[in-house]
């Protein structure tokens, strides 16, 4: 009952700072994308390997790719080779709080992925408020306000397959 209440809060106090929020957004080629972002709920180590393949794949000499994680536990994950924050770094609201979550919502990515499924709040609250020029997500009809384009997939709790098409259509876009 109390997590149904703060998951209430948090959508409502999200939507008030939405009302504000208004970050220069553009549609950005792949080709000309010099920093990218990558949101993964890093508690499942097959997503995790899931989005350090995504990253290593965009991956080049001119392009820097950046990958938050969340760690759905108390205590921070040993084994995460990314900035990464965890259940302590959040406040009553359910918003994620810290430096490192600062910076990354600060940072004018080219491209921001949000690859993760499901609902997670500590996520799509980074995601929401970001200053992303363009943000890419998977289709919810209920949360619009995540990204730019949104992909529907059939499985929509199939990252795999989520990370397959964005890896078509980012090439596509013109």
């Known amino acids: 009952m109390l997590q149904l209440l703060r998951s209430r ?31 993964v709920d890093a508690t499942d180590t097959d997503r995790t390997a899931l989005a350090n393949q995504l990253a290593d794949s965009l991956r080049t000499q001119f392009r ?11 205590k921070p994950a040993l084994n995460l080779n990314f900035p990464h924050f965890h259940k302590k770094n959040l406040n009553w609201f359910l918003e994620p709080q810290g430096h490192l979550v600062d910076e990354f919502m600060e940072r004018k990515f080219d491209v921001l992925i949000n690859a993760y499924t499901g609902e997670n709040l500590p996520l799509e609250y980074i995601s929401a408020l970001s200053n992303a020029k363009y943000r890419i997500g998977l289709y919810d009809p209920t ?32």
């Open 143 to 174: 949360k619009m306000y995540l990204g730019d384009v949104l992909l529907d997939t059939p499985d929509p709790s199939d990252l795999r397959r989520f990370v397959d098409q964005v890896k078509h259509y980012i090439y596509q876009i013109r």
């Open 64 to 74: 820097k790719v950046h990958i938050l994680g969340f760690y759905n536990f108390p």
């Open 9 to 39: 809060v948090h959508k409502y106090m999200l939507q008030k700072e939405l009302r504000f929020h208004k970050p220069d957004r553009q549609i950005t080629n792949i080709t000309e994308a010099r920093d990218i972002g990558i949101l």
